[in-house]
């Protein structure tokens, strides 16, 4: 592990839907848990893992106040609902989207954690359209793929960040949850052909093979142990967002130490401590990650507060 500079907040707004809470979409007046990002079609999206919605960032119009923000509804179940969790009991029929992924092809994809077998759905967005259009794609084979791949899995499947980067699909497995085994808890970095996996997304073919990339050990953060929460590919470097909860499983949140951001690339792993606004370390819990077009320095971070009446927040952070 390479230790560098620092990134640092230089600004941070709460994420309120700009048309507040919508009852008849069962949608809440904030952006509940922001727990991935990608830069898509000029705006930041956020998946969230506990409502069934992408938030989208008007990156052209931040500043001092608050951004606009505007909601896509994704699919919901039969009586309507889209919040899970929080003050409802029905935590555990959440999709638990985790990370998304802006495609060549100007779609998105949203990727369930697979922590259960119902957070194996991927959902497949496209806004080329009058309205969004949104696919659902049954991914278990993927994740029993991943199951079945020695040394990929040391602690309960839980995929948290996904990232296209050299042709490839990569995914972050984090290792928060209850060990496999024996070994020491480690998160892994996996991949797949991404030109495979774009065949077998159109029903062309086979499900593609996964990859163990490497496993991954980032030491500590006030004593709890720092695992993967989001990928970014930005030219030679696959960026990579970490944070220290204390969880007890991949189910259950658990109290925050703080996040780290870092990046690999051909001499291995860099890691660089993030400060707040005051210069101070940051106790948030990242959990996605995006990369400016126009400023390699430049990144966005979503902060997931743990909190269903909390807004989560957009962070933008500066290297260097």
Not at 85 to 108: C, F, I, Q, T, Y
Not at 150 to 167: C, F, H, I, Q, S
Not at 196 to 221: A, I, R
Request: charge should be negative; include cysteine; charged fraction near 20%.
């Amino acid at each position: 592990m390479h230790s560098v500079q620092m990134a640092r907040v230089v600004r941070r707004w709460p994420l309120g839907y700009s048309h507040g809470a919508d009852a008849a979409q069962d949608r809440p007046a904030h952006v509940r848990a922001g727990s991935g990002l990608a830069l898509w079609r000029g705006q930041l999206a956020v998946v969230q893992d506990d409502a069934l919605f992408v938030a989208l960032v008007d990156l052209a119009h931040l500043g001092a106040g608050a951004p606009a923000v505007a909601a896509l509804p994704l699919p919901h179940g039969e009586d309507g609902t889209r919040q899970f969790g929080g003050d409802r009991p029905n935590k555990h029929l959440k999709p638990d989207l985790e990370s998304a992924v802006a495609l060549p092809d100007g779609r998105l994809l949203l990727l369930g954690s697979g922590s259960t077998g119902r957070r194996q759905t991927w959902y497949l967005v496209d806004a080329a359209g009058a309205e969004p259009a949104v696919t659902l794609v049954d991914a278990s084979e993927v994740y029993d793929k991943i199951r079945a791949l020695p040394g990929a899995l040391t602690a309960e499947l839980n995929l948290e960040g996904a990232a296209l980067w050299r042709d490839r699909l990569w995914l972050a497995q984090r290792s928060n949850g209850v060990a496999a085994g024996d070994q020491p808890r480690q998160d892994a970095l996996l991949s797949m052909d991404w030109q495979s996996l774009l065949t077998w997304l159109q029903g062309g073919g086979p499900v593609p093979t996964v990859e163990l990339e490497q496993q991954v050990s980032l030491g500590q953060l006030g004593g709890v142990r720092l695992t993967l929460t989001d990928l970014c590919g930005g030219g030679d470097r696959l960026w990579w967002l970490a944070a220290a909860e204390d969880s007890p499983d991949a189910y259950q949140d658990g109290a925050v130490r703080g996040s780290v951001l870092g990046w690999l690339d051909e001499a291995g792993l860099h890691q660089l401590d993030l400060v707040d606004q005051a210069g101070q370390p940051l106790t948030s819990k990242c959990e996605g990650l995006a990369i400016d077009p126009g400023d390699a320095r430049r990144l966005w971070a979503v902060v997931d507060c743990d909190d269903w009446a909390v807004a989560a927040e957009l962070l933008e952070l500066l290297v260097g």
